[in-house]
């Protein structure tokens, strides 16, 4: 096998056994090294929920989400509308951009942050991920985003992903225990929302008061760990919960 | 054309048609089916290949892959249980070492030519057949499987009939089910004569193919 082949299957075979965020931090970090690149980022968003396991400078990761990076980042911005693996820094890096943006690229340099290539993921429902192996060289190579290179690191980006919903985000619930978890009146309630029903309507049509439906709905959404009552909707359905 | 059975510990010497099978699949799902599936560029990766999959792929000899299908134990999450739940009603969805799960089942029907009999190209037969090689390699006696009205008519047709384990229910823009598919020597012979071979599809994926 080749150099890259070898890489791609140490990170695979390394990925099936990582249980937590550290083990997940350690074999992308790893993978990224041995493809020439000092730090990776994978950075998630559900919503208005930010996930983030990367081995970037934890200084540089604190500051990033106290000031609301996420919101400016070009690269971000950029996977949240990109279909293809890019890369981005160097001659590369887009002289157009807010001044914010400018300095946004510039602090980061500072922390070792200066290129890069970034797998854009469309989970479904409108989640999106990016995977991002970055490096303090002024640029990427241009074959570093084309054939078998390419191929590499968009499923290492896309392994990565998967693996972290997973075993990270409880993509998979025992069903028993899922079912047990909600009361009569929550799958109720949850059920006519499935419908098209309103708080308003579900009050009339279980005959309690409005501001019971939102507590049992509140109680659903809490207890399936979802950050809207749609979502709670969509996964309540998955599990076959309401049923 | 042959089959090849893909583990995870073979990724990386067989990366050539493992992505050539996340591109199919990504023009299957997305593109023409419009799941709501992860994606990123040109492929598509679900959470279910993150559980060791074995996957099954019809071949060309010019290496390009021409169909394809997924193989999960059922005794750890499977997308019956945790994806399509609602179509078993109370009951629960088969958890057995002697039973597999099958899904993202499909051939590339704008390149295979080679149409035999039921007007079903090849690669169909040879998957079947090689689903079933699988199922005998790895000691299961059935498949479990989601599938739809359409493929339940091209499984009866060909000689490999679904034992219906739910109704078909309306499901997103198709009517689904899921139902088992066992082991027999008739669908096995069933599927060689129509796939046009007479014996095992299944071929070794380690060195001594390369040296062949």
Known sequence: MKLIENTFQEFVDAIQTAGDENAFERVASRCAQRLGFQRFAYLRLDGDRATLISSYPKSWTSRYFDLGYQQLDPVVL??????DIFSWGGVARAPAGSREQRHFFDEATTFGIRSGI?????????RVAAFTLATSDREIDSDRTAGEWKDIV???????????????????????????????RERQCLGW????KTVADIAVLVAIAPRTVVFHLENARRKLGAASIAQCVAVALRRGLLV | MHAIALHTSEFGRHLNVLTSMYRLRRRI????????????GDMEI????????????AVSEQQEVLGCVRLLPTTGPTMLADTFGNLLGN?????????????????????????SRHGLSRATFVLFAAMIEAMRAKGAQSIVTVTDARMERILRRAGWPLERLSEPQPLGQTIALAGFLHDSDEALAAMYRQAGVNGPVLVGTGSERRAA
């Open chain 1, 78 to 83: 950029r996977a949240k509308v990109e279909r």
């Open chain 1, 118 to 126: 970034t797998v854009p993921i469309r989970g479904g429902f409108g």
């Open chain 1, 154 to 184: 968009q499923q290492v980006g896309l392994y990565f992903h998967v693996h972290v919903s997973a075993k990270l985000e409880a993509a998979f619930a025992a069903p028993q225990q899922g079912e047990s978890e909600l009361t009569q």
């Open chain 1, 193 to 196: 929302t499935a419908q098209g």
């Open chain 2, 29 to 40: 799902f997305k593109d023409r089916l419009d799941w709501s599936v992860s994606i990123s």
């Open chain 2, 46 to 57: 679900d959470v279910y290949d993150a559980l060791s999959p074995t996957y099954i792929l």
């Open chain 2, 91 to 115: 009951r629960a969805a088969p958890r057995d070492e002697r039973i597999l799960e099958s899904s993202r089942f499909c051939v590339d029907t704008g390149r295979t030519f080679e149409a």
